[in-house]
């Protein structure tokens, strides 16, 4: 091979530009595991080592048995002392495996870490030829060739490191957003919580008791909505959107909307007499309809924070300039009608999404007539009449007639488990709280008769079984096994008659109701797909923000510093909703504990020389990185934001000027490898010149 | 009362017998892809959840039951399948409704096809196909009504014998190409 | 304006010639004038209950070569029966499998015939074709006339006549072919019955199947009866006058059926010879002597009115 001229060149700069290719000829070392019998099972170890000593560049080559190890490692490291190496390759396992292994490995012989290059020889040879030794054994060969070639070329890069803001953003205030907020809280950090609603609690202040325990689920709730609210370290904004967020993990910049309630937080005290004159009554939310509030309302009456809200839409003066009641009523002239929507702007280190979940809404004209029939109504519907704070005081009634339902269905799996609507998953919670609610009607009337038409039972988790068991030998509540076909109401009676097949007994059944409860499943909340798309986070098929890695990673989401919690990230119950919210609090304290984090150097950069700014690489970038900017000499030109690049090299394969070049993967270093691989001799820059000429 | 003496009187010997099991001999392992080559999707992805059976307007009346029938393709037991086949109104309500994207409809049809290949052709198949290349028409044509037509100012049905002995050959001809005329066994209809 | 081709199917011209009648009627010069056209050579649809039952690949040959005649003039086929509706649409959509275009078209060579379908452009060399499109007579009423327009040629008012709508199976079902209606809220129908002046009752499970599909009314009479008689139970119980459908199956089934459960039936008719009769027709072209349910007290009471 000839040997090309030593030349001098800057290490931190990136030399394809440079007349010559900047190849320095520098020492490679060449470092061929056996990975036991993993590699050397199939490809003959010995053979690879000798060519590649015999390869131009290559000073040393070596083989072990178990290069990741104590043992390997150190001979790495003595060899790289021993023969004055300035490059090193290892041929073994995947980079996604020990690739940080090796390049510890070689920082602490002296050498730059980047200054490594891993050849796959394991999962994309032996692995996968294994029944073709003598072809393993040649594309190994062809392999470490090429990776040599590459190694050659490799220049030093430094890792950056940036400072991370000892601060937390959470959006949503549902459990899980709450159990994060306090865990980050009372690590010390300073946590700022963003909730749309007037008041925080989330979907589990509006249920009555939770699965398996029994346990009420805003008696659990309030202490930590309190607690919350009083912590030092959390700031509460409530009734606020986010709208904006830029920056990258350590540094972002979120810009808030606080939507104007109209009624000052400061002075209002939760007294309650402006509702008591507002004139206004509206259906409410939070009651699903079934009961009532007023234009100037607090959600339920264990708000946090227990402040007034004025309804907008719904408020006289706003219609007609005309009605202050309320602001005549309030003693702490608390009330201000031209109050203003404000722009809150805050710098935090990391964020945590904890959005939640909205139930499935059955179609209009469907089979389960939801909409058509008063007595058909759904589970949190249910949640909210059996709740003492309800709209019924606790008393379960016949939404049709207000009497007492002695004949009551849950039909399950509504909304879940349907390809044809597209919702091909299981909501996970719905058998359970049919189950306990059940048992709460039970308990609350014992002559009540209830039938359950499921198609599995799923009680999973811990306790879950134990109630099963319980709601059908203790309260005899019964479960036939068939989807309803059809629900029939009469006219007359409102009484609602569901035929389906018992596939155990395999008849067709019609049965008569007082009153049809839909176990309607978990979808993804109008919440979580605004965030998602502010913050540019994926889903998966089924709507759900998606974890980094679904077994190992799952609170981190592709975004660095971007955590995920609760079912915003996939139905679950509380308990699984909590674990996720403390898992995600301790994965965001990471960094910022650490109070830096290192900015992988593997990143793209802009040849400003070339860049016309068209902005072709801003639209591509997955994550965010490149911005156009202008620069002193005039003209626009785009930058890359090292922060944001993960290096997948998208815009440097796009930009029709090749202006951007990605570190590690350059032009000169693919085009050598290519070169190495066919066998051609690659003289000196013709890789750089070729590529520079767009050869493809 | 009587009923349940009658069993357990009389032939009970016989019957007792044999272990009411079904195993790997009764199964038949290739069924569900058999189902699958005439048309029928995938019908192992069925969770068995009823509601076809439930909108099904014929297994209101009879003992049919649209799932079991599902259930028995799955499994491979060919021969409970027999004698429902051709009760399908194939009004599509199970498609409509099924949550796995099934279509027992299009499984009794794949069912149908499958007796029609060995050799089970109801007549009233036999005397549609005998019509339609004798006639072009599924229906036969009636002198009576044809009279009507006339009386009502309407050409009689075949006015045209040279261009209904085209259409004839025509529909013999691809009836002969894919081998139908002697699936049914109307080949002695087909005149080329 | 759209053109067509009719397609009366095996049913009509066999058995309920009046219905033949009415629709050359309602879309001829007396009645909307629109741009049909007749096609001799039509055969058999075929019958899904029978063919797409037993040979799929026949079906869709004997299929293609319907579509192939509506080819050349670029004529939409407008078709009066459900069952030959979905028949012939199902076999467009089969088609634009170019794999089940190549087998039918290696076949139809035999005959002279080749499948292409309709050409709407060129793209360079390229020309792009559309399948063959196939109308169901209720859709093509509705949009492509419109509701008002029926509404505004209804010169007798069918007053005080309470329609029992019968829309049949294949009109329906299945949702991603036909494409035409919610099969949950269908209103098409009863918005014609209404144009024409006519009261559509509600009645009990009003979208259940006749029975006669499949091959049912073939093959196990009784059972197809037995359906048929609980929707005639039904339909009593609305005090309707007469049962309006879009299908001649279906006719045909509620006509034969009732003599096995009712003394008097209900008389039925096809929703063209309603229109017919609200557009001014003398009753005695729509042929009823050929239906085995005396329409007599019915036309009575339609002329009282």
Known sequence: MTEPAPQDKTVTKDTSAEPDGGRKAPRVGVFVCDCGSNIAGVVDCGKVREAAEKLGDVVVAKENKYTCSDVGQAEIIKAIKEHGIERVVVAACSPRLHEPTFRNCIQQAGLNPYLLHMVNIREQCSWVHGHEKAKATKKALELVKMGVSKAARLEPLEAREVPVEPSSLVVGGGVAGIQAALDLANMGFKVYMVEKEPSIGGKMAMLDKTFPTGDCAICILAPKMVELSRHPNITLLSYSEVEEVKGYIGNFEVKVRKKARYVHEELCVGCGVCADACPVKVDNEFDLGFGQRKAIYVPFPQAVPLRYTIDKEHCIHFKSGKCLLCAKACANNAIDHKMKDEIVNLKVGTIIVATGYETYVPLRKGVYKYWECDNVITGLELERLLNASGPTGGHLVRPSDGKRPEKIAFIQCVGSRNKKIDRNYCSRVCCMYAIKNAQIIMEHEPNTEISVYYNDIRAFGKGFEELYHRVREEYAVEFIRGRPAKLKEDPTTKRITIRAEETLLNMITEREFDLVVLSTGLIPSEGSKSIGKTLGLTTTPDGFFAEAHPKLRPVETALDGVYVAGCAQGPKDIPDSVAQAKAAASSAAAPMFAKKVTIEPLTASVDEDLCVGCGLCVELCPYGAPELVTVEKGGTKARIIEALCHGCGTCAASCPQKAITCKQFTDEQIYSEIFAALGAEDKKGEGRKKAEAGVS | ?192 | MNSYLYFFGCVIPNRYPGVEYAVRWVTGKNGFDMDVKECDEFSCCPVPGIFYSTDKDTWLLLAARNLVLAQPDRRDILTVCNGCFASLLKATEYLQEPKNMGKVNRILAQVGKKYTGIPVRSEGRRRIFEPVKVRHYIEVMANDLGIDEIAKRTKHPLKNLRVAVHYGCHYLRPTERTQIEDPNDPVLLDKIVEACGAVSVDYEDKHDCCGAGGGVRSHVVDLANSLTQDKCRNISAAEADCIVTGCPFCLLQFDNAQRSFAKDGIPVMHVSQLQALAMGIDPISLGFDTHHVSAHSLLRKIRGS
Not at chain 2, 69 to 80: E, P
Not at chain 2, 166 to 182: C, F
Request: aromatic letters at 6%; hydrophobic letters at 35%; glycine letters at 6%.
């Open chain 2, 1 to 192: 009362m009587a009923e349940v003496e009658k069993v357990f009187i009389s032939g009970l010997h016989e019957e007792l017998a044999e272990d009411r099991v079904i195993n790997e001999k009764d199964l038949d392992p290739e069924f569900a892809k058999e189902i699958r080559k005439y048309g029928g999707k995938n019908v192992m992805t069925c969770l068995q959840c009823g509601n076809c059976t439930g909108v099904c307007p014929i297994s209101l009346k009879i003992d049919y039951k649209t799932r079991n029938i599902i259930k028995c393709c799955q499994f491979g037991l060919k021969k409970y399948t027999l004698g429902t086949r051709w009760v399908c109104a194939t009004c599509y309500r199970c498609y409509e409704h099924c949550p796995a994207d099934l279509n027992p409809a299009e499984v009794m049809i794949a069912l149908r096809h499958i007796a029609v290949r060995e050799g089970i052709v109801p007549p009233f198949v036999k005397i549609a196909a005998t019509n339609l290349v004798k006639y072009g028409q599924s229906v036969k044509p009636d002198p009576e009504i044809d009279k009507i037509r006339v009386e009502l100012g309407l050409k009689p049905v075949h006015a045209d014998q040279e261009r209904l002995t085209a259409v004839v050959r025509e529909i013999q001809t691809l009836v002969h190409a894919t081998k139908y005329d002697k699936l049914i066994g109307i080949q002695e209809e087909v005149k080329l």
